[in-house]
């Protein structure tokens, strides 16, 4: 048994797997791995995943799988009967495979069965092989077969050019082509993942490309004429507009070292933004009296104004009363002068608050009291300033005349009369 099913039970192998669309032909003998037309393993286990099938490829231990390694269902024979799968390792510069590692559907194929071939030969497929046969022979009719001929002719001189981009286009691995390809598939799936966002998407460029329509497309047409105008403006513009971001540019140069003390400032400035904030909310308050006093500043204003009108000729006579007060009198003295001390030596008064009956019963009532003293040598100086000499008036009549004191005060020509000092 052992011989027949192992004839060497000591040798040391590895499992892959690959994914099929169907496991037709896979019989229960003759279910070989091939590489390069070469016996290198058996088929295992074979399970079912999904629509697909998953077959365990038994090969031995010096077979090294890369990630890009393909596997195809091919028959022995012409007429079918078993298949094996031929297994194409993949590139040595790709990742290796771990073993137990899967090669998915999209690197497999499975061949098409003489059935399946021979199913074009079914009437409507022969029906619809004859139009197709009958359309191409109008098409080829008159001087269309010389035109094809010619095409065809030219053919490798056309397709000589796109040899070197086609192997440029593998890359240096051969298989830069095939990633992009793989990648393409990856968005295509990506975006028909996101169907439900692309619908409205869709939708909304519909309407967009209804509305460019409106009128026969006249809004569309003008817009078109107008735009060499526009573009016109934007180049002559462009110059002034590269100048400002070259100069915005050497700015930013600038600004660039001061950045790196700006968070410096910024934590220096926020312990006095926190003491401001107390002074601030109080400054509301503030602001809104002083708001209050303008408005009602305003509203005065024309009172105000009629105010200042008025007292416009009294600040003039007032003015006037002030240089007189500051001009010299005719004695020869200030004015003001003459008046507080010219004939006066002392002066002296007390005064005492309203006091009722309850507060001071002895003495209820204002207490007033007020004294001035005359000074001889003041006199004199009045006598001298009228003209009079003391000492002529002395000599004469040993006393000044009381009509010349008069002249000053007669209140004081009385009370010297009294007294006997003039005559």
């Known amino acids: 048994m052992i011989g027949v099913a192992r004839p060497n039970p000591f040798a040391d192998t590895e499992s892959y797997w690959a994914v099929f669309d169907s496991a037709h032909g896979l019989g229960k003998i003759d279910r070989d791995i091939r590489i390069a037309g070469v016996k290198v393993g058996t088929v295992g286990e074979i399970e079912r995943v999904g629509d697909d099938v998953r077959a365990e490829l038994v090969v031995p231990a010096g077979v090294e799988l890369h990630d890009d390694a393909r596997a195809a269902l091919r028959p022995h024979t012409l007429f079918e009967g078993s298949s094996f799968v031929d297994l194409e390792p993949g590139s040595p510069s790709a990742p290796k495979l771990d073993p137990g590692g899967e090669i998915p559907i999209e690197r497999t194929s499975n061949y098409v069965t003489l059935d399946e071939a021979l199913r074009v030969l079914q009437r409507r497929n022969r029906v619809n092989l004859r139009k197709l046969s009958a359309a191409a022979a109008e098409a080829l009719a008159g001087e269309s077969a010389a035109h094809l001929r010619r095409l065809l002719r030219e053919v490798p001189d056309l397709m000589r050019p796109a040899g070197p981009a086609a192997r440029a286009l593998q890359g240096a691995d051969r298989d830069e082509l095939e990633g992009a390809i793989a990648g393409l598939a990856r968005t295509v799936d990506a975006v028909a993942g996101a169907e439900e966002d692309l619908a409205p998407l869709v939708r909304g460029a519909a309407r967009t490309s209804a509305g460019l329509t409106v009128d026969g497309g006249a809004p569309l047409d003008e817009a078109v004429r107008e735009l060499p105008g526009a573009l016109a403006e934007i180049e002559t513009g462009a110059p002034a507009l590269t100048d400002l971001v070259d100069r915005l540019d050497r700015l930013a140069g600038e600004l660039n070292p001061q950045l790196t003390e700006l968070p410096a400032a910024l934590d220096a400035l926020t312990p006095a933004l926190a003491s401001a904030r107390p002074v601030l909310e109080r400054g509301v308050d503030l602001v809104h009296d002083a708001r209050l006093i303008a408005r009602r500043l305003g509203l005065a204003a024309p009172e105000f104004s009629r105010m200042l009108g008025l007292i416009e000729d009294p600040l003039v006579e007032f003015g ?104």
Do not use: W
């Open 320 to 423: 006037g009363a002030l240089d007189s007060f500051n001009t010299t009198s005719a004695f020869g003295a200030e004015t003001t002068e003459q008046l507080v001390g010219g004939g006066f030596s002392g002066f002296a008064a007390a005064h005492a608050g309203f006091q009722t009956r309850a507060n001071n019963p002895e003495r209820p009532g204002h207490v007033q009291r007020a004294a001035v003293t005359f000074s001889p040598d003041a006199l004199t100086g009045i006598l001298d300033q009228l003209g009079i000499s003391a000492n002529a008036a002395q000599a004469a009549a040993g006393e000044p005349p009381c009509r010349a004191i008069e002249r000053v005060s007669a209140d004081a020509a009385r009370a010297l009369r009294g007294l006997g000092v003039c005559r």
